[in-house]
């Protein structure tokens, strides 16, 4: 049993890693996640892991009176982002974004929350979901190939059954919090992919409230870490063009049958 699990364990800690995780050399967290309480906030540094995830929900049902998250994330584990996401949404707290909220945070923690504020120096930005495939590739790393085949694994089968995990739970997230799925792959997406020239993407003011999330920036919205480089890509898109992307989007959900079981 074992011998089995430790492959499987690896090659999704290996996905987690590709399609949650910024992989911003210049921004570090610790594993463990710093979780700290002030007044009615409680303030949380960290990945989104499982077990950060468990962490903050103890906390929550210790103090029951809490109101808002402050943040500080630069993603992680998708299933674990959306654990805190369920719980900020669940106890509607608003959340606050001092320094950063990036992929998984952004996607399922700013979603969640009954509002958000992005402070002066804040960023938020999306890099991708379970959609993702749609639009642009999931690579599997070798290494979690050449294991997986040598404990007989299929890491091909094991890959989608990873996908359809995935994105069946991102479906009733998304449809639980009301915001837009879409807000987590435009910037994959024709037409936005190849205007990036910045690693994450996000949205003005106007387009984050179109899509559902309801946004506010105490200063200028920024794309780059104070004297640092340009790290978030930022799309303005009109309402006649959100509703043509919806439309070509769910025509592609369809064409590739990306999520069939």
């Not at 007044?39 to 499982?50: C, K, R």
């Not at 049902?61 to 998708?78: A, H, K, M, P």
Request: charged share 20%; proline share 3%; glycine share 6%.
């Amino acid at each position: 049993m074992k011998i089995t699990c430790f492959p499987r364990c690896l090659f999704l800690a290996a996905l987690f890693l590709l399609s949650a995780c910024s992989t911003l050399g210049n921004i570090e967290l610790p594993t463990t996640p710093v979780i700290s309480l002030n007044g009615s906030t409680v303030i949380f540094n960290g990945p989104t892991s499982a077990k950060n995830a468990r962490a903050f929900a103890e906390f929550i049902n210790e103090n029951d009176f809490i109101t808002r998250l402050q943040i500080t994330s630069n993603g992680g584990d998708v299933f674990g982002g959306m654990d805190i996401g369920n719980i900020v949404h669940q106890h509607k707290l608003d959340v606050e974004v001092h320094d950063y909220c990036f992929s998984s945070c952004a996607n399922y923690i700013a979603t969640a929350a009954n509002t958000v504020i992005v402070k002066k120096n804040g960023l938020i930005g999306w890099h991708g979901s379970a959609l993702q495939p749609v639009f642009s590739s999931l690579e599997v790393p070798v290494y979690a190939k050449f294991i997986l085949t040598l404990s007989g694994k299929d890491w091909e089968q094991e890959h989608q059954q990873y996908l359809n995990k995935w994105y069946q739970q991102e479906v009733d997230f998304f449809r639980n919090t009301g915001v837009d799925h879409m807000i987590t792959v435009i910037g994959l997406m024709p037409g936005f992919k190849e205007r990036r020239d910045a690693e994450l993407f996000s949205y003005d003011v106007q387009t984050l409230k179109s899509l559902g999330l309801r946004i506010e920036f105490e200063d200028r919205q920024l794309a780059a870490q104070a004297g640092g480089e340009r790290l978030v890509q930022i799309f303005h898109i009109e309402q006649d063009t959100l509703a043509t992307l919806r439309s070509n989007f769910n025509d592609a959900l369809r064409e590739t049958n990306a999520f069939a079981d």
